[in-house]
């Protein structure tokens, strides 16, 4: 009896899964805007499920902070504020520097490698003051050096954590003046502390860079858009 019932609990696990999958990707990639209201009805529609896994997925994201839900009144995308600029860029300095200062190191010269390549990509993205590619890179730039961390209960904390924190500055930067040289300079310091397997000066920049040492970004997202 044990292994029947497991079966279709192990299908609505994969319907749930797939859920929150669509719905978490729909809102990371911009086809969810930022306070859009989603549609028990409407989602149900696009996913060809039933109401429940949506529901439950849906109250998933809203533990990830991606969906904002108040009982009786609304489920709607999550709407991150320029005027929290500071507190996003903190907290994700918080996580990103812990993770660089562990990964740092036991970070091998091939692992080094890779992390200097990612940041040339954001290097590229601020000469090109491209804003997509820009956020993009520093994703992926985490999830590198997060992979390296050899913190495993860290690894898993701040990769949960990451989705959100790297979704709100998202929004914050698209609607931000950011001052391209400025940050550009600061990524680029982070290139050379990893060019020299420097720990201090990996840990140290990082840190400038999300408001913990000095404001570099800090003031560029706080800044209106001209």
């Known amino acids: 009896m044990a292994k029947a019932s497991a079966v279709p609990e192990q299908r609505r696990q994969l319907i749930r899964d797939r859920a929150y999958q669509s719905i978490q990707g729909a809102i990371l990639d911009g086809t969810f805007q930022p306070g859009e209201a989603l549609d028990d009805a409407r989602l149900q529609e696009w996913l060809h499920i039933s109401r429940t896994p949506i529901r439950q997925a849906l109250y998933a994201l809203s533990l990830e902070g991606l969906i904002d839900m108040a009982p009786q009144a609304h489920t709607r995308v999550v709407l991150p504020r320029r005027e929290d600029a500071m507190a996003y860029l903190q907290a994700t ?21 890779q992390l200097i390549d990612v940041l040339n990509d954001v290097v590229g993205a601020t000469r090109m003051r491209d804003t997509a590619a ?10 590198t050096i997060n992979n390296i961390n050899p913190n495993a209960i860290l690894a898993r904390l701040s990769g949960q954590a990451m989705v959100a924190l790297g979704y709100y500055l998202s929004v914050v930067a698209h ?52």
């Open 93 to 113: 300095g918080v996580l990103v520097g812990g993770v660089t200062e562990l990964a740092a190191g036991v970070a091998s010269p091939a692992q080094r490698g």
């Open 134 to 143: 820009f956020v993009s890179g520093q994703r992926s730039y985490f999830r």
């Open 175 to 226: 609607a931000s003046d950011i001052d391209w040289g400025e940050v550009g300079a600061q990524y680029e310091l982070l290139i050379a502390g990893w060019r020299a397997a420097d720990t201090e000066a990996v840990v140290i920049v990082t840190r400038g860079i999300f408001g913990l040492r000095g404001a570099r970004l800090v003031s560029t997202l706080n800044a209106e858009p001209a």
